[in-house]
């Protein structure tokens, strides 16, 4: 097929894909779109469905190299209608820009890798080892029955994932101006301070919580818990919220509860993050509760055949100098390192995801399909 025909398809993809309200965690039919269409090309495809949650495994190929696309078909909701200029799940063509709920985060990308295995399989049919798919319905959502469940079926089958290239949107300014090359951790907790209920005129007859949790709280968010690296920022604390009482302005509150949450680089373990915050508790002497949630471990790919692939094809498509950095959320990326996995993120400009009048540029989505292809043949030359 000619280069235009397939440009033609990626738009065209990424907007029926937009037009499926898969807000988390439905999927509303995408994944057996792609399916349906990838097995014409000669995939192999398998829905895995882990309680409500829908992933597809699609592969190309036999043995190592395990080379694997990872995405998701869930988006965010859309928020509150009036913010958008148009329907959010009716993919409005604007100019040069894509208007619609996912067009960013991450059904532009999505579709790019689709197109890019398509152009990939028609020129070298019998290449070496395994080239894949990897979608889920769960990564906006609580990512507990999504890639992570799919990655132990895969090691349950022997499959060993070498290359991961994650189509989240990494760029700033020009597709492929940013590419992340690793995740800070994520460690949140929920903490309740437990007082002693009684009249605010008689403080003396109770114990306010939020008094005593103050001296600690104002410790934890003073600490330097690391400097960082050449790759990481230093670690961060926050709080995200803080509730106590039931509102009534004389009522000393039997309890405060807090949310916090620490993103951190691999300078320090989760492990010690735990270990040195109830210190810091036990140390002002807080009757408490903690409970904590490791959502992500930090990693880093800073150099091997996939990083190299990728900053050469993004070199040769568009010319532009590639930043490497590890900023952002967590990705599922997290679920794939691992194993001993490469894992880098390229995908679209990141301006609008998550927001009303979410968009991608059409020329920039035709020029990540060609980066995603260029890849391809950089790891598995003809």
């Given at each position: 097929m000619d280069p235009e025909r397939f440009r033609l398809m990626t738009i065209e993809?990424?907007?029926?894909?937009?037009?499926?309200?898969?807000?988390?965690p439905e999927d509303a039919g995408c994944q057996a779109l792609i399916a349906a269409r990838?097995?014409?090309?000669?995939?192999?495809?398998?829905?895995?469905?882990?309680e409500n949650v829908d992933n597809l495994w699609?592969?190309?190929?036999?043995?190592?190299?395990?080379?694997?696309?990872?995405?998701?078909?869930?988006?965010?909701?859309?928020?509150?209608?009036?913010?958008?200029?148009?329907?959010?799940?009716?993919?409005?063509?604007?100019?040069?820009?894509?208007?619609g709920r996912g067009a960013a985060d991450m059904k532009g990308s999505v579709a790019a890798m689709v197109i890019a295995l398509e152009r990939f399989i028609g020129t070298n049919p019998a290449h070496a080892g395994t080239v894949g798919l990897l979608l889920t319905s769960d990564e906006e959502g609580d990512a507990i029955n999504g890639t992570v469940?799919?990655?132990?079926?895969?090691?349950?089958?022997?499959?060993?994932?070498?290359?991961?290239?994650?189509?989240?949107p990494s760029s700033r300014e020009h597709v492929g101006d940013v590419i992340k090359i690793g995740r800070r951790g994520s460690l949140g907790a929920g903490l309740t301070v437990k007082g002693i209920q009684g009249h605010i005129a008689y403080p003396q007859l109770a114990r306010n919580p939020i008094h005593q949790l103050?001296?600690?709280?104002?410790e934890l968010c003073a600490i330097e818990w690391d400097q960082g690296n050449e790759f990481y920022p230093p670690t961060s604390f926050q709080v995200s919220n803080i509730n106590a009482g039931d509102g009534t302005v004389n009522v000393i509150?039997?309890?405060?509860?807090?949310l916090f949450n620490f993103r951190f680089s691999t300078?320090?373990?989760?492990?010690?993050?735990?270990?040195?915050?109830?210190?810091?508790?036990?140390?002002?002497?807080?009757?408490?509760?903690?409970?904590?949630?490791?959502?992500?471990?930090?990693?880093?790919?800073?150099?091997?055949?996939?990083?190299?692939?990728?900053?050469?094809?993004?070199?040769?498509?568009?010319?532009?100098?590639?930043?490497?950095?590890?900023?952002?959320?967590?990705?599922?990326?997290?679920?794939?390192?691992?194993?001993?996995?490469?894992?880098?993120?390229?995908?679209?400009?990141?301006?609008?995801?998550?927001?009303?009048?979410?968009?991608?540029?059409?020329?920039e989505l035709d020029t990540l399909t060609d980066i995603y292809t260029e890849v391809l043949h950089g790891l598995f030359p003809d």
């Open positions: 993809l990424a907007k029926t894909l937009m037009a499926l309200a898969s807000v988390t990838l097995e014409e090309s000669g995939f192999t495809a398998a829905h895995l469905r882990f699609v592969s190309h190929g036999n043995g190592e190299p395990v080379f694997v696309f990872l995405g998701h078909t869930d988006v965010v909701a859309a928020g509150p209608l009036e913010a958008w200029q148009s329907d959010p799940f009716t993919p409005v063509l604007k100019g040069d820009h894509l208007y469940k799919v990655v132990e079926t895969l090691r349950q089958q022997d499959i060993s994932i070498r290359w991961c290239l994650v189509g989240e103050a001296p600690a709280l104002n509150p039997a309890t405060v509860e807090i300078e320090v373990t989760a492990d010690e993050l735990m270990q040195r915050s109830e210190a810091i508790l036990d140390k002002h002497g807080l009757d408490y509760d903690i409970n904590w949630r490791t959502s992500g471990l930090p990693f880093l790919t800073d150099s091997g055949e996939l990083l190299a692939s990728v900053r050469q094809s993004i070199r040769k498509i568009t010319g532009v100098k590639t930043e490497l950095s590890t900023t952002g959320g967590t990705s599922d990326g997290r679920f794939i390192a691992p194993g001993g996995a490469e894992v880098v993120e390229l995908g679209p400009v990141n301006a609008t995801i998550h927001k009303a009048n979410e968009c991608v540029n059409i020329n």
